[in-house]
């Protein structure tokens, strides 16, 4: 979960910080109300990214609760919705496979 929770969250910071000309342009979101929201996203986003390379306790729910937030501000700023619900399916995907890696990674150490 570690490398595979990083990336997700990593790409996911990307895919915020990319929708700020499409929330300012083309939905028409106040300019300021974008670069904070997008901003302090991102930085939760690098923040949960640590607590997962940790391995720290908590840091699967870390990740679902940065995915509703983004969702969340998904109603403030329009674009950051369907990230934040694509995201939060890729999440819970990714708890699912870990699961099946663990037990990949036990079964090839006892050989």
């Known amino acids: 979960m570690k490398v595979m929770g990083s990336a ?3 790409f996911e910071a990307i895919v915020i910080g990319l929708s700020i000309p499409i929330s300012i342009v083309v939905y028409g979101v106040d300019k300021s109300t974008t670069l904070w929201v997008t901003f302090l996203l991102m930085v939760l986003c690098i923040v949960a990214i ?3 390379r940790h391995d720290r306790r908590g840091a699967i ?3 679902i609760v940065v995915q509703l ?3 969340g501000a998904g109603f403030t700023v329009r674009p950051m919705l369907f990230p ?3 995201f939060l399916l890729i999440w819970a995907l990714a708890i699912a496979l870990s699961k099946k890696v663990d037990e990949a990674k036990a079964a090839r150490e006892t050989l």
């Open 50 to 52: 640590g607590g997962v």
């Open 84 to 86: 934040g619900v694509l």
């Open 69 to 71: 937030i983004i969702i």
């Open 61 to 63: 729910t870390t990740g």
């Open 8 to 10: 997700i969250l990593f």
